[in-house]
């Protein structure tokens, strides 16, 4: 199994710019977050969902929108770059309250 | 609202030493607790996941143990070695599906 994969790597946008990141897990698991890691800090949880077709806010979701239409994809949408938003993302999935496995991380650059 | 603190921030000891993490809560419903390690530019990889109704669990080298009633947890490490340098976050399992983070405490185990 690949686990949770996430792209891009790192990627640098303009202000105002929209952007995709990508989440894929092949864990068949129910549970997918999207974390934001700023630097010295804990992660915050952005959005979440349950399950295909359910998807919640979290602590910090303002500027991001989400979708999940496969149990696999769970996409972040970043649809007005703002430089509040440079950070690491992190993508993770879990079946319920078990351990949660995450991605490598996207470094993302707003400028 | 869950806030949940580690202390300290960041711990410098010499090889070979024994050494406690700690983590509080200030929610005692919760579902689980679980310690994760970091490594600089890396995702989080997960270390223990007790559940609420455990006290400790262990894995090699690492013991958490989970008292809910005073909203505190520890990681024990034992006979530290210097690839164990990294950030251990702890984090909470809430009703509805969130995990709840700390800051994380940045360990450097020097040779």
């Known amino acids: 199994n690949a686990g949770v994969t996430q792209t891009p790597k790192f990627r640098i946008l303009k202000i105002g710019q929209s952007m995709t990141l990508q989440c894929t897990q092949d864990?068949?698991?129910?549970?997918m977050y999207w974390y934001r890691q700023d630097p010295g800090m804990g992660l915050k949880l952005i959005y979440y969902s349950v399950g295909a077709g359910i998807t919640d806010k979290g602590e910090v979701p303002n500027g991001y929108n989400v979708s999940r239409s496969t149990t696999e994809d769970f996409p972040l949408r970043l649809e007005l770059a703002a430089p509040s938003q440079t950070s690491v993302y992190f993508c993770?999935?879990?079946?319920?309250?078990?351990?949660?496995?995450f991605g490598p991380g996207t470094r993302l650059l707003v400028l | 609202k869950q806030e949940v603190t580690q202390i300290p921030a960041a711990l410098s000891v010499p090889e070979g030493e024994n050494l406690v993490l700690n983590c509080s809560f200030t929610d005692s419903a919760i579902y689980n607790l679980q310690w994760f390690r970091q490594d600089p530019g890396k995702g989080l990889t997960s270390l223990l996941l007790i559940q609420s109704s455990q006290r400790e669990q262990t894995s090699g080298r690492l013991n958490a143990s989970l008292d809910k009633s005073s909203g505190r947890s520890t990681l024990y490490i034992a006979a530290s070695q210097p690839g164990d340098s990294a950030t251990y976050l702890c984090?909470?399992?809430?009703?509805?599906?969130?995990?709840?983070f700390g800051q994380g405490t940045e360990l450097s185990v020097k040779p």
């Open positions: 864990m068949n698991h129910n549970y």
């Open positions: 993770a999935s879990t079946w319920g309250s078990e351990t949660q496995y």
């Open positions: 984090a909470v399992y809430n009703q509805g599906g969130k995990l709840i």
